[in-house]
Nanobody, 115 residues
Framework: QVQLVESGGGSVQTGGSLRLSCAASGFTFSACSLKWYRQASGKERELVAT????????IHADSAKGRFTITRDNAKNTLYLQMNNLRSEDTAVYSC????????WGKGTQVTVSS
């Protein structure tokens, strides 16, 4: 079955960096577009970034442009989100997503940014 397991979250000060990972299994990783979403407490889930099977990248969240990068390692079946110059408004649970016949989400990893 499809499994998505995020890691790499934590607490960081404003201006710091984190790299999130999403270990995937149960589907043909290299053939799929993959996404990162985030959901802050009390807010709707927000699409942050997409990477296609061909490596095409879209950073959807305007606040993340120029600071976040999404990458993938098909050999390791792992998706990444590099987040630099973190701000308090980046505080959220970050989850990876794939569509493989239906929607699949990981459980997420908490990112907390404080000054």
């Amino acid at each position: 079955q499809v499994q998505l397991v995020e890691s790499g979250g934590g607490s960081v000060q404003t201006g710091g960096s984190l790299r999130l990972s999403c270990a995937a299994s149960g589907f043909t990783f290299s053939a799929c577009s993959l996404k990162w979403y985030r959901q802050a407490s009390g807010k709707e889930r927000e699409l942050v970034a997409t990477i296609t099977s061909a490596g095409g990248i879209t950073i959807h969240a305007d606040s993340a442009k120029g600071r976040f990068t999404i990458t993938r390692d098909n050999a390791k079946n792992t998706l990444y989100l590099q987040m630099n110059n973190l701000r308090s408004e980046d505080t959220a649970v970050y989850s990876c997503y794939v569509w493989w016949g239906r929607d699949y989400w990981g459980k997420g990893t908490q990112v907390t940014v404080s000054s």
